[in-house]
C-alpha cells in the first residue's frame, strides 16, 4: 500500500475536501486511457483504503458519513461510486430506501468494475437484510436494465455462501424467471457461476429438483443455463446427476443448447473422466447426439 496515497487521503479527509480524495485516488488509474478491460480507477486495495480511512474519521457521526456517502455514489469520477458501495452496506439501517436507490443506480453504471462493486454490495445488504429487501430484489430481477438484473443474480450467490438452512427455496424463487433472461451477461453468471459455485453446493437436493424442472422445459437460455452448471467446478461433485441431465438435453437441435452441452460435458469430462467417457460412447451410437460427442471430444 502506497503511504503516499494514505498521507494524501489523509489530507484530504482532514480538509473535508472529498474531490480531492477521489483526485488522489483517480491519480493510480488509467483514467480516460483506459483501454479493453481496463476501468480505469485506482486498485481495490487503494479503494478500500479510502472507504476505511472514512469510516474510522466518521463513526461517530453517522449522518455526515451517509451525506459523504451519498455524494460519492452521485460523483462523476468512477472511483468515487467504487468507494460509496464499500461504505453503502455500513449506512442501510440509516436510510435503506435511500440506500437502495443509491444501488440500484450504480448496478447501471456504464462502468463494469462499478457494476461489480454493485453487485457485491447488493449481496452484502442482501445477507443482512434478507427478509427486509427479498421484495425488492424481485422487482429488481424484472427490470429493463440487463445490469440490474446481474445484480440480482450476484446477489442472490452471495445471500447463498452464508448457507442459511431456510433461504435455499426462496433464492431458487428469485432466480427462477432469470433462467429464461436471454441476456448474455445475465446468463454467464447465473448457471456457470451463482447456481454451480454456490446454490448447488450449499442447497444440492433443492438445487437439482430446480435444475430437473428447467432441463424439462422448452426454453433455449433456460437449458443452456442447466447444461453450463456442469461447466464448472460446482459441478463435479454431482457429475452423475450431470451426466443425466446433459444427456436429455443433448438431443436439443438447437446449436445454442447443444453447444452449451458440448462444451460442459468436456469440461466434466476433464475432471471426471470415469463418470463422462461411458455417456460419450453412448452418444456416439445415437443419431440425435453423435454431433455433440464429436465436438465434446474436440474440447478434451
Not at 472514512?54 to 456517502?69: G, I, S, Y
Request: aromatic share 8%.
Amino acid at each position: 500500500m502506497s503511504t503516499d496515497l494514505q498521507t494524501e487521503l489523509e489530507n484530504a479527509l482532514a480538509a473535508d475536501d472529498l474531490d480531492a480524495l477521489i483526485a488522489a485516488l483517480a491519480k493510480r488509474g488509467s483514467g480516460a486511457l483506459a483501454v479493453g478491460a481496463d476501468p480505469g480507477t485506482a486498485k481495490s486495495a487503494d479503494i478500500g483504503l479510502a472507504a476505511r480511512l472514512l469510516l474510522a474519521k466518521f463513526k461517530h457521526q453517522p449522518a455526515h458519513l451517509f451525506d459523504l456517502t451519498q455524494q460519492l455514489l452521485t460523483h462523476a469520477d468512477y472511483n468515487a461510486p467504487q468507494v460509496g458501495l464499500v461504505l453503502l452496506p455500513e449506512m442501510y439501517d440509516r436510510k435503506p430506501n435511500a440506500a437502495m436507490r443509491l444501488l440500484k443506480n450504480a448496478s447501471d453504471s456504464d462502468n463494469w468494475v462499478v457494476r461489480e462493486y454493485a453487485g457485491v454490495c447488493a449481496g452484502r445488504i442482501f445477507n443482512a437484510h434478507f427478509d427486509d429487501i427479498y421484495d425488492t430484489m424481485v422487482d429488481w430481477s424484472k427490470h429493463t436494465s440487463e445490469n440490474v438484473r446481474r445484480a440480482v443474480v450476484i446477489a442472490t450467490m452471495e445471500a447463498a455462501k452464508a448457507n442459511h438452512p431456510k433461504r435455499g427455496a426462496k433464492l431458487l424463487k428469485l432466480i427462477d424467471p432469470l433462467m429464461d433472461d436471454d441476456s448474455r451477461y445475465v446468463r454467464v453468471n447465473l448457471g456457470p457461476f451463482a447456481i454451480s459455485l454456490v446454490l448447488l453446493k450449499n442447497y444440492p437436493e433443492l438445487t437439482l429438483k430446480f435444475l430437473d424442472k428447467h432441463a424439462r422445459r422448452k426454453n433455449e437460455s433456460a437449458r443452456w443455463n442447466v447444461a453450463m452448471v456442469w461447466s464448472a467446478v460446482g459441478g463435479r461433485k454431482y457429475a452423475v446427476e450431470g451426466v443425466r441431465l446433459l444427456h436429455d438435453l443433448a438431443s436439443d437441435e438447437r446449436r445454442f443448447v447443444w453447444r452449451a452441452v458440448a462444451s460442459a460435458a468436456a469440461k466434466l469430462g476433464r475432471a471426471k473422466p470415469e463418470v463422462v467417457k461411458p455417456l460419450f460412447k453412448k452418444w456416439k451410437a445415437d443419431p440425435t447426439r453423435k454431433h455433440v460427442a464429436e465436438v465434446a471430444e474436440r474440447y478434451l
